[in-house]
Nanobody, 119 residues
Framework: QVQLVESGGGLVQPGGSLRLSCAASGSISSIYHMGWYRQAPGKQRELVATITSGGRLNYADSVKGRFTISRDNAKNTVYLQMNSLKFEDTAVYYC?????????????WGQGTQVTVSS
């Protein structure tokens, strides 16, 4: 079993920055793909950014150039640096860990952390 705990969310003004962290524990290794997803009120959960075990990055078009995902395998932690935040970035942000070979079996989610962009 894998546990994911997000932190770093909060209230920020437009144009501000936040850094989210996701600490993984349990039966996880560096081969897991890690990612951040978000869900705004009344909307479906959507991909924000992912990083593979090999360091390949993928971003939603809406956050390219503003958000940066990174991981520290020694700490089993993945980060999301969010700059130039906009109102539309307001959402609950979820951390995800997914096994690259058996994703349908080993697919884990954190409890989420709220990010609110407001003036």
């Amino acid at each position: 079993q894998v546990q994911l705990v997000e932190s770093g969310g909060g209230l920020v003004q437009p144009g501000g920055s936040l850094r989210l962290s996701c600490a993984a524990s349990g039966s996880i290794s560096s081969i897991y793909h890690m990612g951040w997803y978000r869900q705004a009120p009344g909307k479906q959960r959507e991909l924000v950014a992912t990083i593979t075990s090999g360091g390949r990055l993928n971003y939603a078009d809406s956050v390219k150039g503003r958000f940066t995902i990174s991981r520290d395998n020694a700490k089993n932690t993945v980060y999301l640096q969010m700059n130039s935040l906009k109102f539309e970035d307001t959402a609950v942000y979820y951390c995800n860990a997914r096994h690259p070979l058996v994703p349908e079996t080993y697919d884990y989610w954190g409890q989420g952390t709220q990010v609110t962009v407001s003036s």
